[in-house]
């Protein structure tokens, strides 16, 4: 098993903050060590929880830089790697970077890869498709909903975003494009009093929200009879940047400065 070792000194390009070898910043990785298929946890401490399944010995890849902690092995004989982010959609904007780099970028020739289905590739050069990589984040979330069951399984469809990072993206175009996601940021906008927040809604792909389903359906069949059956909700994810105020939690002397959403509860 390989271990990332810093070497940060080197890196020269702002922009593409990676060493000569392939050194990524704040991953610590090189493209190699990172598997197509990724679980992305916030909490360092979940990486060896999560990388417990992988298959016994598997694990080839190793790193640990700030709050990013890497394993990269197989699950039942299929590269995968466990990464955390850290708190924060900041923290996230930055992973997401930095994986799209270390897959996306041809080192030896100093260019990003052409796509799959783009015109006058160069011969011998490798092709990239974007398909082949598939990132899933696992986390905890809470609910404003009453009902709902502690240690159920959140799967979600939507995302709405109550923070600013997306928005330095074209984020609206791809909204514009999309009825249910215009109709989720109605509701939100409608529920809530976050009328300052310029609100926006994303989707997830339909053939992983549909596997995690499958997923859940298959697993609760092969339970034995009384065994207690893994819960699961199909719906919409809200986050926000912050865990107090953003969220709607009033604290202490806190309360009487903050604008707390007020949620209705359509979605």
Known sequence: MSKATHT?????????????DGVTYHLNCKSDQLAD????????????????????????????????????GTYKGTPVSVLSTGMGTDNVEIVINEIHLLKEYDFERCAWRPRVGDADVPPG????????????RVGTCGSPFPDMPLAALA?????????????????????????????????VKEQTSLGA????????HPAITNG????????????????KEQLYVVGA???????????????????????????????
């Open 237 to 267: 994810t809200a986050t926000a940047s912050g865990f107090y105020a953003c969220q709607g939690r009033a604290v202490g002397r806190f309360r009487e400065h903050l604008l707390v959403p007020k949620w209705g509860g359509a979605l």
């Open 8 to 20: 940060h000194g080197l890196m020269k390009d702002p922009d593409l903050p990676v060493t000569p």
């Open 125 to 136: 050069v490798k092709v990239f498709d974007p398909s082949s990589v598939k990132m899933i």
């Open 197 to 204: 927040i310029d609100v926006y809604a994303t989707k997830a």
């Open 212 to 227: 995690i389903v499958a997923a859940c359906k298959a697993f609760n069949g092969n339970l034995p009879a009384g065994a």
């Open 37 to 72: 298929r990724i679980l992305l946890v916030g909490d360092p401490g979940r990486v060896d929880t999560v990388a417990a399944f992988f298959d016994a010995g598997s694990v080839r890849f190793r790193s640990e830089n700030r709050e990013i902690f890497i394993a990269t």
């Open 155 to 187: 799967v979600t469809r939507h995302v709405i975003g109550m923070d600013n990072t997306c928005l330095y993206y074209k984020v609206k175009e791809q909204m514009q494009k999309s009825k249910d996601l215009q109709e989720v940021q109605r509701v």
